[in-house]
């Protein structure tokens, strides 16, 4: 079976996916990494939406700030830009999962209800999540610092604030998206962190 976890940054995915290993064994790969994998052997020029998010990145922190704030909408598209070019290494990977017979949660940002609902021929079970509550930015200043070596452990409060809209607006998308393809969208903000984890476990794997 091919479990796909979607949602946002920042929002839990590899906390659940990491639940997932402890405690059923199963293997989890991130769409980061296949993302990565695509960057060192594909040419900008030739696939700018894989590096949209790149040259995000390189533009000075005030103009970060600016576009996630005042144009958080052009900011998801962005991602969702990033997005549709990782699924091009996502795709061939769950089809390859799948012939082979193995079980595998497939995370990351680029788990997408409008890339999901176009798998054919694939077993698989899909749950996103979000977090759409206002007290987000203390919960994404909290996780960095409690992660090693965390990039934003040495981003200003100013920055949080604007990287959490950005996370609430999209999980808005998301949830929206979810509902037009009829899948499961659980928000995190709803309850204890850890009750929520353990609801998409739940959820994802239908245990």
Known sequence: MIYLLGGPPRVGKSI???T???KYSINVVSTDSLGAVLENVLDPELEPGLFIVNSFNEMCVEDRINLMVKNTTERINYQIEENRA????VLPFVQRERDEGRDVVVEGVAILPELDSQLENVAYRVVFIGNQG???KENI???A??????WMQDASEKY???FATFVMEMSRYIEREAHIYGFDYIEMSNRQFDDAVYQVVDSLLKR
């Open 16 to 18: 659940i996916s990491k």
């Open 20 to 22: 997932i290993t402890n």
């Open 86 to 89: 990782v699924w091009k290494a």
């Open 134 to 136: 206002n007290e987000h």
């Open 141 to 143: 200043k909290k996780s």
């Open 145 to 150: 610092q409690e992660i090693e070596h965390d």
């Open 160 to 162: 949080i604030e604007a």
